[in-house]
Structure formats: structure tokens, C-alpha cells
């Protein structure tokens, strides 16, 4: 296997926490969410953590604690703690990420959906890899009730050729790839959205979908 992806960028406090903590102390100790933010390199990770830190706090301040957000949803509000934003081209290996993924209660992973959308093997490939390696890693802990809602997150659609004059046949070529399909069928409650962080106006697009499948995750 490739060695993996880590930049333990935004959430030192997240990390420590997480690791140190059962989820269910965590949330109860500082009321957030153990949330992984998971994926390949340059997929806007961090992009969208920053964009969704700063709508809430508006511009970082010093000492202010990284990676902690809240977005709203239909059924109220989630706050959320950051554990890992890892970095997608080098550092440590997934073993980090299997840490991450199975101490936190929200998985968020990015892939190109650009890519996807086209059929490009690599991409294709790889996102089927990822989706296989969570599922391993949730069979292998036993504890159903312990895994994490994962929502897997398409990026990039702006770069397709047709996202100009129709976004959602972008989303719905991504929908319809194997890999994605498959994905959202072997791992349980995982949703699935597809959009850009290109400008602010595409951020907020993508936040509002990731809002409206969190929403349907909240049991
Ligand atoms: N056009 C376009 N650019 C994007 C999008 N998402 C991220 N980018 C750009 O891609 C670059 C990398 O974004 P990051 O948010 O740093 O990506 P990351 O996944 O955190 O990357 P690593 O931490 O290095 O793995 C930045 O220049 C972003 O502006 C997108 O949806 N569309
Ligand atoms: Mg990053």
C-alpha cells in the first residue's frame, strides 16, 4: 500500500482529544463532535475546514483553537472539534488515518470529483481503495454501533467541462460511477455530495448540501 496522506494541519487540541478521549467523553467534555476530515492530496480539506471556521468566527484570532465549527441543519444545530486534517501527499500512513477515522464519530472524506465524473482510472481507483480500507477497518472493530456517518465529499466539479452549463449532471456522472456507488452501499448511512470551492458562492453551495445530509444522519 501507497504511504499515506497527513498534515496534522488545523486541530492539535482536536487531535490530542480525540485521541486521548473516548468520542463519547469528548463530546461530552467540550459538547463538539469528533469529526476526520479525510482524503487525497489537494482536494480543499482545509479549505473548506478554514471556510467553515471562519463563517463561524469570523477572521482567526491568535490563540483561538483550530478546526472547531458549527454548521446548522434542519434538526438543529452540530458543533463540531476537527481531529485530523491530513495532508494528502505525504507524512504518515493510514495507519494515522485508521486512528482518526475510528475515534471520531463524522467522517468527512474528499475525493476529485472532476475526476470521478470522467471515468479517470486513478481517481476511480483510489476513491474505491479508500472506500474499502473504511469499510475493512469498521468490519474488523465489530462495533456497528461505534462507526463513524460518513458523508464522501466531491470536489473539484468546477473543473469539469460541463459544470459551467450543468452542475448537476456533474454530481449525478459522480453519483453514477461505480466506485461512488458501491461506496455508498457498503458503508452504512454514508452520503454523498458533489460540488467546488473554487469561489465563496460554491462554498457556501457545498455547505449547504453537507448540511442537508447531516441532517439526515442525525438519528
Ligand atoms: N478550482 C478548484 N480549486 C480548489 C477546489 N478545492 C480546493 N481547491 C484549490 O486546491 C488547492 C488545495 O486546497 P486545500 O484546501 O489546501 O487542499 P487539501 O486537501 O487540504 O490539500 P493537502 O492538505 O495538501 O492534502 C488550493 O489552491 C485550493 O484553492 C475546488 O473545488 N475547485
Ligand atoms: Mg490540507
Known amino acids: 500500500m501507497m504511504p499515506a496522506?497527513?498534515?496534522i494541519a488545523a486541530g492539535v487540541v482536536g487531535v490530542v482529544a480525540a485521541v486521548g478521549m473516548t468520542r463519547a467523553v469528548m463530546a461530552a467534555v467540550t459538547g463538539?463532535?469528533?469529526l476526520a476530515i479525510l482524503g487525497g492530496?489537494?482536494?480543499g480539506k482545509s479549505n473548506l475546514v478554514r471556510y467553515l471556521r471562519q463563517r463561524e468566527?469570523?477572521?482567526?484570532?491568535e490563540n483561538e483553537p483550530p478546526g472547531r465549527f458549527s454548521v446548522t441543519t434542519s434538526k438543529g444545530p452540530i458543533k463540531f472539534a476537527v481531529s485530523s486534517d491530513l495532508r494528502g501527499d505525504d507524512g504518515p500512513t493510514y495507519a494515522v488515518w485508521k486512528k482518526h477515522f475510528l475515534a471520531s464519530e463524522y467522517v468527512w472524506y474528499f475525493?476529485?470529483?472532476d475526476l470521478v465524473a470522467q471515468g479517470n482510472a486513478v481517481e476511480v481507483d483510489r476513491?474505491?481503495?479508500?472506500v474499502d480500507m473504511f469499510k475493512g477497518w469498521m468490519i474488523k472493530r465489530g462495533k456497528p454501533k461505534a462507526d463513524p456517518k460518513i458523508i464522501l465529499i466531491g470536489t473539484?466539479?468546477?473543473a469539469h467541462p460541463d459544470y459551467q452549463s450543468d452542475p448537476a449532471a456533474v454530481a449525478r456522472a459522480v453519483d453514477s460511477e461505480n466506485a461512488v456507488k458501491l461506496g455508498l452501499l457498503k458503508l452504512p448511512d454514508a452520503r454523498l455530495v458533489v460540488g467546488s470551492l473554487r469561489t465563496e458562492r460554491d462554498a457556501g453551495q457545498l455547505t449547504k448540501r453537507i448540511e442537508e445530509s447531516l441532517a439526515l444522519q442525525i438519528v
Open 156 to 158: 473539484w466539479a468546477d
Open 127 to 130: 476513491v474505491k481503495m479508500h
Open 41 to 43: 492530496a489537494s482536494v
Open 5 to 7: 496522506p497527513l498534515l
Open 32 to 34: 463538539r463532535r469528533p
Open 111 to 113: 475525493f476529485r470529483a
Open 57 to 61: 468566527f469570523g477572521p482567526l484570532e
